[in-house]
């Protein structure tokens, strides 16, 4: 059985930085794209960052030059670094990833960005 955790999220205060962990196990015979998306309370969920297997890269215009997505292969995890956070980008943080072909959820980690 495939599992993706999350982990890193916590209370930081506003223009400090947290690093999100998401790492995948069980039986893996393939990760495509991995990606994260939030979740702030009575709101959609939204993409914020994608990284395919090549390594390229996509943001949501709202978290551009703040955040940066990686991905360690070797490790099959994913990371978020987020700089700069400002209090809108309080929400639960998900990771999700296209593994053996199919989609993935995380359980998701709470970010809260407050002073």
């Known amino acids: 059985q495939v599992q993706l955790v999350e982990s890193g999220g916590g209370l930081v205060q506003p223009g400090g930085s947290l690093r999100l962990s998401c790492a995948a196990s069980?039986?893996?015979?393939?990760?495509?794209?991995m990606g994260w998306y939030r979740q702030a309370p009575e709101k959609q969920r939204e993409l914020v960052a994608d990284?395919?297997?090549?390594?390229?890269?996509d943001y949501a215009d709202s978290v551009k030059g703040r955040f940066t997505i990686s991905r360690d292969h070797a490790e099959n995890t994913m990371y978020l670094q987020m700089n700069s956070l400002k209090s809108e980008d309080t929400a639960v943080y998900y990771c999700?990833?296209?593994?053996?072909?199919?989609?993935?959820w995380g359980q998701g980690t709470q970010v809260t960005v407050s002073s």
């Open positions: 069980g039986r893996i015979f393939s990760i495509k794209d």
């Open positions: 990284i395919d297997s090549y390594g390229f890269t």
């Open positions: 999700t990833a296209k593994i053996n072909l199919r989609d993935h």
